[in-house]
């Protein structure tokens, strides 16, 4: 009778762990194309293996569609576990109201001020100082991806920057190719125009109008030639009639688009679609004119929840996510870098490679997106969408973009 007491107390013991740690928590984000799910499902292993339970809550359109219906779950008392936002300061709100988890205790205890970097990453989770995010990955939207079939079929050497891509533009038309895939949503214009900013004008015009907020520079030559490289662009883009960006990153990974401008995370659909970079695309930083990333990406939040069983496992989460082997694994997938500079990416391809050098060198662009109003912001993303999609001369378009930023000051 003893051993059996004995043998069911063991049982009992081993048992135990696992239902201790089995908290469901529904995680939503906007990661919903191919590569982004896969990069999501790494996630989701990790938690799930670890003992809880990853319930999926992917939410389609993107993140102007996906934030806003966050946001008012938040704040109408219907809280999700965790939640994805970009880096920046799209739930400072929800945190001053005190929706948010503090996750001081986790970044403590996992040493996240030493191994974070760069550290504005959690400079951005900070709110009179305490940690309410926990970063996962930097994203950069500042790169020119091409199809090296699209440059084959044409019989013209792939360009090594923006300048030869406009010029060697007629020649993929010539063959049947769109130059220059677009989507058609605001956004992705918006980015686009950024990346042509920092390209054409340079860092140093960038932080003197975006940082330093110099009308006259602003105003001035480099930026006309700026508002030109768009009309160059739109004209290109033309017959790129798909919505969202990764089918844009189709028509690149087809062969049927020349090129996009989008962030890195187009890296993780050639990845799905067993594309090698430097073999079957190439990519090129800052378009190859001025080498130069903006740390964007992505975070996760911990809205407040009532049971004490789910922020336990809300705090295992944030833990899980700064990881080192979560980073290794998601990033990859993903095609981000790491929020850590102590991680080993022996697999990482040719274009992370040209990211973490240049994140290495410090080629970063100052996080000014901050430095204009969100009514500036809105104000020059209707003003650029309408710029990309008529035939606006370029100089009426930067004559209006200067009086929006003037508005601003
Ligand atoms: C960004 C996000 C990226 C990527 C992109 C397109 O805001 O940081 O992770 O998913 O949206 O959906």
């Known amino acids: 009778m003893k051993t059996l007491k004995l043998a069911t107390a063991l049982v009992a013991s081993v048992a135990l762990p696992a239902a201790a740690f089995a908290t469901d928590l529904e ?3 906007w990661w919903t194309s191919g590569g982004e799910a896969a990069a999501v499902a790494e996630l989701a292993k990790a938690f799930d293996a670890s003992g809880d339970k990853w319930i999926d809550g992917a939410i389609a359109g993107g993140g102007g569609t996906a934030r806003p219906i966050m946001i008012s779950r938040i704040t109408g008392g219907d809280p999700m576990g965790a939640t994805q936002f970009n880096h920046g300061q799209q739930a400072l709100e929800l945190v001053e109201a005190g929706l948010m988890l503090d996750l ?8 996240w001020k030493e191994v974070v970097f760069p550290p ?17 990955n930097i994203h950069s939207p500042e790169w020119l991806w091409l199809s090296n079939k699209a440059y084959a079929d044409a019989g013209i050497p792939v360009p090594t920057n923006w300048n030869e891509f406009v010029e060697t533009a007629p020649q993929l038309e010539a063959a049947g190719k769109i130059p220059l895939a677009l989507g058609n949503q605001p956004w992705q214009s918006n980015l686009a125009f950024g990346a042509i900013s920092i390209a ?12 330093e907020k110099n009308m006259d520079v602003a105003a001035g030559p480099e930026y006309a030639a700026v508002f030109q490289a768009v009309a160059d662009a739109r004209k290109l883009a033309a017959k ?5 960006w990764n089918q844009a990153t189709n028509l690149v990974i087809t062969g049927e688009a020349g090129g996009q401008i989008m962030g890195d995370w187009a890296q993780g659909e050639f990845q799905v679609a067993n594309q090698v970079a ?18 964007g990406g992505d975070a996760f939040y911990f809205p407040k929840n009532k049971s004490a069983d789910v922020e336990e496992a809300q705090k295992r989460l944030a833990a899980l996510l700064v990881s080192p082997e979560v980073q290794v694994a998601f990033n990859l997938k993903k ?6 500079g102590d991680v080993d990416l022996a697999a990482a391809n040719d274009c992370m490679k040209k990211g973490l050098e240049l994140l290495a060198q410090g080629n970063l662009v100052p996080s000014g997106d901050m430095a204009w109003s969100p009514d500036v912001q809105k104000q020059n993303e209707d003003l650029l969408v309408e710029f990309w999609k008529t035939d606006m001369a370029p100089e009426v378009a930067h004559q209006q973009w200067v009086a929006n930023l003037k508005s601003g000051l």
């Open 200 to 211: 054409v004008a340079g860092l140093d015009v960038w932080k003197q109008v975006n940082v």
């Open 240 to 244: 790129s009639t798909v919505q969202d």
């Open 335 to 340: 095609g981000s870098l790491p929020i850590r």
């Open 27 to 29: 995680v939503t984000h």
């Open 120 to 136: 504005s990453l959690l400079d951005a989770c900070t709110v009179d100082g305490r940690i309410y995010c926990a970063p996962v």
């Open 278 to 295: 430097g073999t079957d695309y190439t990519c090129l930083p800052g378009l190859g004119l001025n080498a130069y990333l903006s740390t």
């Open 104 to 111: 001081t205790d986790v970044a403590e205890a996992n040493n």
